[in-house]
Nanobody, 125 residues
Framework: VQLQASGGGLVQPGGSLRLSCEAS???????MGWFRQAPGKEREFVAA????????LLADSVKGRFTISRDFARNTVFLQMSSLRPEDTAVYYC????????????????????WGQGTLVTVSS
């Protein structure tokens, strides 16, 4: 599966950005997620969603500020980021796995088989 992520950039604190990730192919089931890696830190979970859209998971650090959604027809997942903070600065990676997992496992990197190239988000004044 090829993943094409886009939407990163430079934004001021308090601003918004929307990331997109499109998965090539046709799927009857998948789980897609967003992870991020800040300079000098390990990659961490941000958000994930199942193809059905019925299950979504957000990291505590982004709840109330970020939302995840998907375009069913285009196999595309969006991460809408608002009220951005300098600590949100990172390379954001989208991830894909065919099939669904239990909600608690959606935050685990090992559950995903395919990864996008990463898109840089910089929050700075």
């Amino acid at each position: 599966v090829q993943l094409q992520a886009s939407g990163g950039g430079l934004v001021q604190p308090g601003g918004s950005l929307r990331l997109s990730c499109e998965a090539s192919g046709t799927f009857d089931s998948y789980t897609m997620g967003w992870f991020r890696q800040a300079p000098g830190k390990e990659r961490e979970f941000v958000a994930a969603i199942k193809r059905s859209g019925l299950s979504r998971l957000l990291a505590d650090s982004v709840k109330g500020r970020f939302t995840i959604s998907r375009d069913f027809a285009r196999n595309t997942v969006f991460l809408q980021m608002s009220s951005l903070r300098p600590e949100d600065t990172a390379v954001y990676y989208c991830a894909f796995r065919y099939g669904e997992v239990v909600v608690s496992a959606m935050r685990q990197e090992a559950q995903y088989n395919d990864w996008g190239q990463g898109t840089l988000v910089t929050v700075s004044s």
